[in-house]
């Protein structure tokens, strides 16, 4: 049964960048995708972008293109999420999902970043 | 960009009843490639369906999904009261996008 742990809340300043982290247990880190999907306070889910360790080239939905990164390190099974050139409206809790890669099954338990001055 | 809408936004029924939400999209989905999620307060979505029908591991039979091209279905047979909660549809025939999701809650 495969967990993913993500790292603790954070706050940062808008114009700042934050990297979220993924740690995968119990599964075949490098041959399924981690994706990431945010959700705004009392909002719908929005995908941001995935990526399969072991061909390393992760894919990313136009609306983040140029502002997210998606990496994996496969010693560590662990995904990461950075963004950058932050606004309030990013404030959203991240969360990462593994398996496939075009549907989501786990989630992990989803980590808030709050963006203000 | 596909464009998913659910429909009703809110559905007020009892326990035991039968749900039917749908999930409409701006254009034919591929190869009925839609997935439907479960979302209680502060948890991570949970995945019921893929491929339009197919069932998560898991996932009690009394959910079902249907539907292809532009028209989808989830339907609960028989609602428990573990089952009120939040759902959403997802496409992944192109790129990956979201509905707003349907609030079904206790009548």
């Known amino acids: 049964q495969v967990q993913l742990v993500q790292s603790g809340a954070e706050v940062k300043k808008p114009g700042s960048s934050v990297k979220v982290s993924c740690k995968a247990s119990g599964g075949t880190f490098s041959s399924y995708a981690i994706s990431w999907v945010r959700q705004a306070p009392g909002q719908g889910l929005e995908w941001m972008g995935g990526?399969?360790?072991?061909?390393?080239?992760?894919n990313y939905a136009q609306k983040f293109q140029g502002r997210v990164t998606i990496t994996a390190d496969e010693s560590t099974s662990t995904a990461y999420m950075e963004l950058s050139s932050l606004r309030s409206e990013d404030t959203a809790v991240y969360y990462c999902a593994w398996g496939h890669p075009n549907w989501f099954a786990p989630w992990g338990q989803g980590t808030l970043v709050t963006v203000c001055s | 960009e596909i464009v998913l809408t659910q429909s009703p936004a809110t559905l007020s029924l009892s326990p035991g009843e039968r749900a039917t939400l749908s999930c409409g999209a701006s254009q034919s989905v591929s190869s009925s490639y839609l997935a439907w999620y479960q979302q209680k307060p502060g948890l991570a979505p949970r995945l019921l369906i893929y491929?339009?029908?197919s069932r998560a591991t898991g996932i009690p039979d009394r959910f079902s999904g249907s539907g292809s091209g532009t028209d989808f279905t989830l339907t609960i047979s028989r609602l428990e009261p573990e089952d009120f909660a939040v759902y959403y549809c997802?496409?992944?025939?192109?790129?990956?996008?979201f509905g707003q999701g349907t609030r079904l809650e206790i009548k």
């Open positions: 990526i399969i360790p072991i061909f390393g080239t992760a």
């Open positions: 997802q496409q992944y025939g192109s790129s990956i996008t």
């Open positions: 491929d339009a029908s």
